[in-house]
Nanobody, 127 residues
């Protein structure tokens, strides 16, 4: 089994930045793609960004394009999400996830395509 733990969330003013981290332990995520999702109150969980195992392929949702950057460090079993120019609509619980269904190529966007999930970290952006 794989355990994922997110950190780095918090309260920030609009226009500010946060860097989320995801640390994996237990089962190796060697060869697996990873992603970040978020869920705002009363809304469905949505894809934010994904990255292939090598890091060569990344994809971010249109709503965060140009503001968020995803990266990973396989040697340290970690993944990060750099969030800049934050907006109040970015307020949500952010989750990291690992997919056994893909490792290379364009990241998968569907929640159901991911097999392991962290507990989430709250990001609140004030106006």
């Amino acid at each position: 089994q794989m355990q994922l733990v997110e950190s780095g969330g918090g309260l920030v003013q609009a226009g500010g930045s946060l860097r989320l981290s995801c640390a994996a332990s237990g089962r190796s995520f060697s060869g697996y793609g990873m992603g970040w999702f978020r869920q705002a109150p009363k809304k469905a969980r949505e894809f934010v960004a994904g990255i292939s195992y090598s890091g060569s392929f990344t994809y971010v949702a249109d709503s965060v394009k140009g503001r968020f950057t995803i990266s990973r460090d396989n040697a340290r079993n970690t993944m990060a999400l750099q969030m800049n120019s934050l907006k109040p609509e970015d307020t949500a619980v952010y989750y990291c996830a690992v997919s056994r269904r893909y490792g290379s190529g364009t990241p998968l966007l569907q929640v159901a395509s991911y097999d392991y999930w962290g507990q989430g970290t709250q990001v609140t952006v004030s106006s």
